[in-house]
């Protein structure tokens, strides 16, 4: 089952503007993760929040998280088409079980 | 140094027929995962390894599927009598330690259709 679920599906814009992608969670956290993936294959570990934190920043990419509302946003600024790309959030519970739980993704494309 | 690898990166196979699939982890990562992804989804847990052992199998869907990891470092996913809901990517990640905050770093993948 997945714990995440991204908001929205999909989302499309121009170069230069900036994306904004939402995750909600179910259970309780250790750490939220942001994922990218190209073609339907291997995924890139973006950045990583946790509980404890509120918002992090790395590059041009800004995450937020909310555990009152069980909530996380990535916002890419300045986009590129090579941003173009799927993004998922992907949880780590607090049960310590590791392996890593993520929601069904959000396709970001970029048009130059 | 090298990533993740997997092989093969696509496996074209008959429904009943017997499937291995290959991850080669990062060396020196004690941990390693299966996922899978099926279309316009995120990837599913299905077993991941701390060392030799399976640490937690809760995700395998079923008794066809099986996975080792003799020596600590490559490991195989096997699925018997091969069904055609079976198709999927499968992904591969090997992390350092099994810490909640250790990064997965993930492999291509491998494409398994069932024909």
């Known amino acids: 089952s997945q714990q995440g679920e991204e908001d929205p599906q999909a989302l499309s814009i121009q170069e230069g503007e900036n994306a904004t992608m939402n995750c909600s969670y179910k259970t309780s956290i250790n750490n939220l993760q942001w994922y990218r993936q190209n073609s339907g294959r291997g995924l890139v570990h973006l950045i990583l929040?946790?509980?404890?934190?509120r918002e992090k920043h790395s590059g041009r990419l800004r995450v937020t998280l909310d555990t009152s509302k069980k909530s996380s946003s990535l916002l890419i600024t300045a986009s590129r088409a090579a941003d173009t790309a799927s993004y998922f959030c992907?949880?780590?519970?607090?049960?310590?079980?590791?392996?890593?739980?993520f929601g069904k993704g959000t396709r970001l494309s970029v048009i130059a | 140094g090298a990533g993740v690898s997997q092989t093969p990166s696509n496996k074209v196979t008959e429904k009943g027929k017997y499937v291995e699939l290959r991850c080669d982890p990062i060396s020196g990562h004690t941990a390693l995962y299966w996922y899978r992804q099926s279309l316009g989804q995120g990837p599913e847990f299905l077993i991941y390894f701390q060392g030799t052992g399976a640490a937690d199998d809760s995700g395998l869907p079923n008794d066809r599927f099986f996975a080792v990891r003799p020596e600590g470092s490559v490991s195989t996913l096997k699925i018997q009598r091969t069904e055609r809901g079976d198709s999927a990517v499968y992904l591969c990640a090997s992390s350092l330690g099994a810490g909640l905050a250790d990064e997965q770093f993930f492999g291509p993948g491998t494409r398994l259709t069932v024909l």
């Open positions: 992907a949880t780590v519970l607090l049960s310590g079980n590791t392996p890593l739980v």
């Open positions: 929040i946790r509980s404890n934190e």
